[in-house]
């Protein structure tokens, strides 16, 4: 199984890679407002490549329930600084977690080379384009609404089939407008628009997203449904959970995965994949 982003080819047939969380935001949930300092957000960037991440997503709008939408210019002021070092400083593979197309597109002239778009696709009509155009990795996740909506009500008649239409969708719309396929990873987007039970369901049919053979990215990482079943009230206490998740969810055929505690989940994976893989 192959991912192809704009400058580099990850093999995800036996192996899972990490993608690790850089939220340049004040609100975001559990890392909110520690790296607004690009200083501190590049360290803490470099810090995640040391312990084993292959990826690390750059987001500068909060995605958290009930978030305001920022505006461009000072998502652009937020996360620009912050690629820019860090491709200095790294041949990571740097993913710009946006929904707007000119944030993406500024993204990756300065050295990004994968775009994830929480919309997937719906939020902006040029984001496809973009993509398309500049050959980076484009990751579609499900969304219900926007986040200043998404968690009132959320209802689904069948949770997995209705997102995996949705993702389905999306990547038919991405190759119309001219993305490679081999470009394109999607994600059921974990507690964007779900309930606890929503999120669990779609954990048990994991497998059920492997849309056209494309890798399946996971988002858990000290999300809330952890806390309200464990009880846990501080997001670092769910990294225990969320590492146990990984494990799972590598088993049922995840391949990247979406990360703040970077070096436990390499070491699942790593794990898993000598019960699965034998060399
Ligand atoms: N979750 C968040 C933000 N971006 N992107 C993808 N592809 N999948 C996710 O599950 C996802 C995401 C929200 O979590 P955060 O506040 O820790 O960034």
């Known amino acids: 199984m192959i991912w192809r982003t704009r400058n580099r080819t990850f093999d995800l047939t036996t192996r899972g890679v990490i ?26 960037g470099l810090q995640m490549v040391a312990d084993g991440a292959e990826i690390l997503d750059i987001g500068g709008e909060s995605t958290r329930p009930g978030a305001v939408p920022v505006g461009t210019d000072e998502e652009l002021r937020r996360i620009l600084p912050v690629i820019r070092q860090l491709r200095e400083a790294s041949r990571v593979a740097i993913s710009i977690d946006t929904m707007k197309a000119s944030v993406a597109a500024a993204a990756v002239d300065a050295g990004a080379e994968i775009i994830n778009d929480i919309s997937g696709l719906r939020a902006d009509p040029g984001m496809a384009g973009v993509a398309a155009r500049t050959g980076a990795g484009l990751v579609l996740m499900h969304m219900r609404g926007t986040p200043r909506t998404m968690q009132i009500r959320p209802e689904y008649r069948d949770v997995t ?119």
């Open 161 to 279: 089939a209705e997102i995996a239409a949705s993702l389905t969708a999306a990547c038919d719309e991405a190759a119309r407008a001219g993305v490679n396929s081999e470009c394109i990873a999607v994600d059921p987007g974990i507690g964007f628009g779900k309930t606890m039970e929503h999120n669990l369901t779609l954990l048990r049919s994991l497998p059920r997203f492997q849309i056209h053979g494309r890798p399946v990215l996971l988002g858990v990482s000290r999300k809330s449904f952890l806390g309200r079943i464990l009880g846990l009230t501080d997001p670092v206490a769910r990294d225990v959970p969320t590492t146990a998740i990984t494990a799972w969810a590598r088993q049922h055929g995840v391949r990247i995965f979406r990360i703040h505690a970077v070096r436990d989940n390499v070491h699942a994976l790593r794990m898993m994949e000598a019960i699965l893989e034998p060399e």
């Open 19 to 44: 993608m690790g969380v850089l939220n340049i935001t004040p609100d975001s949930f559990s890392d909110g407002g520690r790296f607004l300092d690009p200083a501190v957000a590049v360290e803490t």
